[in-house]
């Protein structure tokens, strides 16, 4: 026997020494398993779109709950020989290397089409077609988990190395994954996996014929990567915005980039022009013309556009609705841009009579590649790579303050940290960098949703009242086009000269205001029309006659005339967005949710991260109710022992929930700490996932031989850790973290690996102590990972619906008694009727 291959040496026990040869594999299994999790969730954010991620957490977690599932009831069975474990382990991962490959090349070839599964003719067709998603990547991880629980139960002494080698094999993942996405297209990225997977099968080879084992192994993973790199072909869905232009006549990729934020692709075609809200007034227009230029995407999502050349002259500014704000300043007013669409900005200020730009553009492709193709702007130093946030808290007390604070259009979708912009501490940074006469210009699109603009005018409002403000209706003005708002925020109330030239702005160019301080719109001219879309009958206005919806929602809902508002109908929750609550495209509630479905053609593409995460959550619960109910199963062996199973349903339903609950609150945290959504994601898993798993070992030193008394102390010490961070992250976090939002960034992933450390190692103990707590009852432990990973499923998408609707707070908070839920319930069973609980089989 190969010292490479794990040793069994009886039904229930594990070997005498479980050496590092032996932790390997399992380190590269989960290497893979996490892996391919994260290829898989890119490969839906580039093929679909990015909210139906969320399967891919579900599949896996199915995967592993019902691996937990089988393996208790095939323990019995497995664990009689040891053949049978080693054949396992030895057969484990080539399979895994057949359904890796079998089931990424028959994803590609499902059609889905996300527009579909929002229209009750097509949607039938659609949901049969995600069962075919779960059928196709189900084997995969439903062996990845065989495979990790295998070793918990053959190898019971070892669990604290055994969990320790599983969590870091999982964090490596994320570093991994993340660093093959600057080289190789998420596409290529499961091709990468199947040499981990290899490695893994290569040590643990039978010795008897382990030349031509490994030799097939080679053969396999050699036939499985030229299958997929041949055969699955994967492309951008029909209904993304790069399909049509990349099959008008002539258009041409002028560029493509790879980085884990997306793949960023330059499109050269006639149909790519500067988007710039324009009068519908032809007279105004002047004949001018909306500027050719490249066209940028991020998976397959229009971005921005980029120049061809710098302009020589923008005459399309006199008919610009973003003009309005420079038209309304006493003096060439000193202005910050947040956001530069695509350089364009810059020169738009400057010809509008800006004396002072600065331009922050926090997306580091988009700053790169707008250097690029305007090199006059490459070093330019008013360009700032920088994230509001982090540069409003650099500036010392004598900076001169802004007249302007303008927000690009664009903005808000150029990259996930740009939701912070518009919350009411965001919106409260911008107002106390003004000057005593300045005013913060913030669009909103109203394309789809009138109530996003809507939920813009609450939000100012509220940071308006946070800035002392006593009649927010006086500083606030909407004004609008067919398309988008514009929502200004002014320093000081809006004079009646401001109110004129406002008006007279807007005539001149047939553009429509929404909000106007003390003036009576309801008998206003409108220019564009704008109908009420809604899931439930409020009637606003008169039936017929043109519509200014914007405005009817702002005047009966925000700032009613009489100061007193109505209530919203039911569907909508427009709550402000803050900084622990960013969520701006999340105003469905989902207590409506038979209304919403009824009329699901009208949900905008923002809103179905919700539905797909409740609908995650369901089925999640379904799958958790299965993996309870197996001791019913197992009544001679499980049932016998009503008290344990109740503390094992509490202990590790509690853990399953409680830790992705911090580690979800936590990234959430990082990517605002950090202004960069992929850094704080891979820093936040790899690190927590590392220091759990050295928790994890240290654990080893209360949770190996089965000493009530030591399982007991090594778990409350980590609760206590647990408890102790999850209270001061709750009271203290948002205080803080924006002290240091302007220090250097390796400082800030310093403090960042600082805070995750105590909870990190605390982490890796309760999962440890309560497998070693089970060691007496062997049937208990295959049911314990399984329900670990059922309720883990439950927690992904419970933890986002959570967020939306309450806050990343309320996940510390959660956590907190999930914690305490799982240090009084630690599942050891004591004497019962005069009998000691049994001994540990060996």
């Not at 050699?222 to 232009?245: S, T, W």
């Not at 900076?399 to 965001?426: M, R």
């Not at 089965?706 to 980590?718: F, T």
């Amino acid at each position: 026997m190969s010292a490479a291959t794990p040793t069994v040496t009886t039904a229930a026990a594990g070997p005498a020494d479980l050496g590092r040869p032996q932790l390997l594999p399992l380190f590269l299994v989960a290497l893979a398993s996490v892996g391919y999790e994260i290829a898989l969730t890119r490969w839906f954010a580039i093929v679909s779109w990015s909210e139906y991620g969320y399967w891919v957490i579900s599949i896996t977690m199915v995967g592993i709950a019902a691996s937990g599932v089988v393996l208790n009831l095939a323990k019995d069975w497995v664990l009689a020989r040891p053949a049978r474990v080693h054949g396992a382990f030895a057969w484990l991962p080539p399979l895994m290397m057949l359904s890796l490959a079998g089931g990424y090349l028959a994803i590609a070839a499902i059609d889905f089409n996300p527009l579909a599964l929002q229209n009750h003719a097509t949607m039938g067709a659609q949901l049969v077609k995600i069962a075919a998603y779960y059928a196709a990547l189900f084997p995969f991880f439903f062996l990845s988990g065989a495979f990790i629980g295998l070793y918990f139960i053959a190898f019971g002494d070892d669990i604290s190395r055994i969990y320790a080698a599983d969590l870091v094999g999982a964090g490596a993942a994320g570093v991994v994954v993340v660093a093959l996405m600057f080289v190789l297209h998420p596409f290529a990225l499961p091709l990468a996996l199947l040499p981990v997977l290899l490695w893994a099968g290569w040590l643990l080879v039978p010795p008897a014929s382990a030349r031509a084992w490994r030799a097939g192994l080679v053969a396999l993973a050699l036939a499985c990567a030229a299958c997929v790199g041949l055969f699955a072909r994967a492309d951008y869905n029909e209904y993304k915005a790069i399909a049509a232009p990349l099959r008008v006549e002539g258009s041409q990729r002028v560029a493509v980039l790879q980085s884990p934020r997306g793949i960023y692709e330059v499109l050269d075609n006639f149909t790519e022009r500067l988007d710039v809200d324009l009068s519908n007034n032809e007279a105004m227009l002047g004949g001018a013309e909306p500027i050719a230029t490249y066209g940028l995407y991020v998976d397959g999502n229009r971005l921005t556009s980029l120049p061809k050349r710098a302009p020589a002259d923008l005459p399309y500014l006199n008919a610009a609705l973003d003009a309005l704000p420079y038209r309304l300043a006493a003096q060439p007013p000193s202005v910050l841009l947040v956001g530069s669409r695509g350089g364009f900005r810059l020169d738009e200020a400057k010809q509008l009579g800006a004396r002072r730009i600065v331009a922050l553009e926090p997306e580091p492709t988009l700053h790169a590649l707008i250097g690029r193709y305007r090199p006059d702007l490459r070093d330019d130093p008013r360009r700032l790579p920088t994230a509001p946030s982090a540069y409003l808290s650099q500036r010392a007390a004598g900076d001169p303050p802004f007249d302007l604070v303008d927000i690009a259009l664009d903005y808000q979708g150029s990259s996930d940290v740009a939701k912070y912009s518009f919350t009411v501490e965001g919106l409260a940074a911008y107002h106390a960098a003004l000057s005593p006469s300045g005013m913060v210009s913030v669009p909103m699109s109203i394309r789809e949703f009138t109530v996003y603009a809507v939920k813009l005018v609450l939000t100012a409002r509220e940071a308006l009242r946070a800035a002392g403000v006593a009649e927010p209706a006086r500083h606030i003005v909407v004004v609008r086009s067919a398309w988008n708002a514009r929502v200004l925020i002014s320093k000081q109330p809006f004079s009646a000269e401001a109110i004129a030239t406002i008006r007279r702005f807007c005539d001149e160019r047939s553009f429509d205001i929404s909000h106007l301080p003390g003036t009576d719109l309801s008998q206003a001219k409108i220019w564009n029309d704008l109908p009420a879309i809604s899931f439930e009958e409020v009637q606003l206005g008169a039936a017929g006659e043109r519509r200014d919806a914007l405005a009817d929602e702002i005047r009966a809902f925000v700032l009613p005339p009489d100061g007193v508002g109505r209530p919203w109908p039911a569907a909508y929750d427009l709550s402000p967005a803050t900084t622990d609550r960013p969520h701006f495209f999340s105003v469905l509630r989902l207590t409506a949710l038979n209304a919403i479905l009824e009329r699901i053609d009208l949900v905008p593409r923002e809103e179905i991260g919700a539905l797909v995460s409740l609908a995650v959550l369901a089925q999640s619960v379904v799958i958790a109710l299965l993996v309870l109910s197996l001791p019913l199963f197992r009544p001679k062996t499980m049932g016998i022992h009503p008290v344990l199973v109740g503390k094992s349903i509490a202990y590790f339903a509690g853990l399953g929930l409680g830790f992705l609950f911090i580690e979800i609150y936590l990234i959430e945290k990082a990517t605002f700490f950090l202004n960069d959504r992929t850094l704080g994601f891979s820093l936040t898993l790899g690190a927590m996932l590392l220091f759990s798993g050295l928790g994890s070992w240290l654990s080893g030193r209360w949770a190996v031989g089965g000493d009530a008394l030591r399982i007991r102390h090594g778990l409350r010490m980590a609760c206590v850790v647990i408890l102790a961070w999850c209270a001061l992250a709750f009271a203290l976090a948002a205080w803080l973290l924006p002290l240091a939002l302007g220090w250097p960034l390796s400082a800030r992933i310093a403090v960042l690996l600082v805070l995750i450390a105590p909870v990190g190692l605390a982490l890796g103990f309760p999962f440890a102590c309560g497998l070693a707590a089970l060691q007496p009852y062997p049937h208990f432990v295959p049911w314990a990972w399984s329900l670990n990973g059922a309720f883990s499923v439950v927690a992904s998408p419970l933890a986002h619906l959570l967020a939306m609707g309450q806050g990343n707070r309320a996940l510390v908070a959660a956590a907190l008694a999930l914690y305490l839920l799982v240090w009084l319930w630690l599942p050891l069973e004591k004497a019962v009727a005069g009998h000691a609980a049994p001994a540990p089989v060996r």
